[in-house]
């Protein structure tokens, strides 16, 4: 199995600009979780799905942030207007079952704003 | 509420010494735990999970980890640290199905020759 996969792996782009990060879990996996990374606050969960449908969004810092799981094997975070605030590294990870069971992460997207 | 806290933020220790990790759990009913391993530039990779089975859990690359109710602890142990095991440590656990996992801080683990 090629395990989580995240595109792209590195993004640098300026304020203002609209981001889209993108990530396909793992075959047969039913709960897909997207999470922030940054030296001051850690690891944080956004936002997880389960069965495409969104269950918890209140780690979504504000409406510059959405996310999107169209279809079982494909989800996207995009932030639209980008700030430098945002810059940190971004994880996906997926499971099979709901929150209470092991997660499997991707490799994360650096994300730089500047 | 439920909540995790890894007691050091950073551990040092000499290749082919013993390694703990500590982390301590909160919650009002017995949770599954983990933990993970996060090395630099990489993703998180599991190490072991804890889910009321055997009380001493095994895992990778010879990590173990046990289960203390009377304690509300979920330490990790190495017997013999080795320079691969350079890495952020975190503690995580799981509460009631359909709740997303809660991630503690992080132990920054530097083993040195």
């Given at each position: 199995d090629a395990g989580v996969i995240q595109s792209p792996r590195h993004e640098v782009t300026e304020m203002g600009q609209e981001v889209t990060l993108r990530c396909k879990p793992i075959s047969g996996h039913n709960s897909l979780f997207w999470y922030r990374q940054t030296m001051m606050r850690g690891l944080e969960l956004l936002i997880y799905f389960n069965n495409n449908v969104?269950?918890?969004?209140?780690?979504?810092?504000?409406?510059?942030f959405s996310a999107k799981?169209?279809?079982?094997s494909f989800s996207t975070l995009k932030i639209?207007?980008?700030?430098?605030?945002?810059?940190a590294v971004y994880f996906c990870a997926s499971s099979?079952?709901?929150?209470?069971y092991e997660q499997y992460f991707g490799p994360g997207t650096r994300l730089t704003v500047t | 509420a439920q909540s995790v806290t890894q007691l050091d933020s950073h551990v040092s220790v000499s290749e082919g010494t013993p390694v703990l990790l500590r982390c301590n759990y909160s919650s009002s009913y017995s949770p599954s735990l983990f933990w993970y391993v996060q090395h630099p530039n990489k993703g998180l990779q599991l190490l072991l999970k804890y889910t009321?089975?055997?009380?001493l859990v095994k895992g990778i690359n010879g990590f173990e980890a046990e289960f203390k109710k009377s304690e509300t602890s979920f330490h990790l142990t190495k017997p013999s640290a080795h320079m691969s095991d350079a890495a952020e440590y975190f503690c995580v656990s799981a509460g009631q199905a359909g709740t997303a996992l809660i991630f503690g801080k992080g132990t920054t683990l530097s083993v040195s020759s």
């Open positions: 969104p269950i918890d969004d209140s780690g979504m810092p504000e409406d510059r799981m169209p279809n079982a639209q207007p980008s700030e430098p605030r945002d810059s099979f079952g709901q929150g209470s | 009321s089975a055997a009380t």
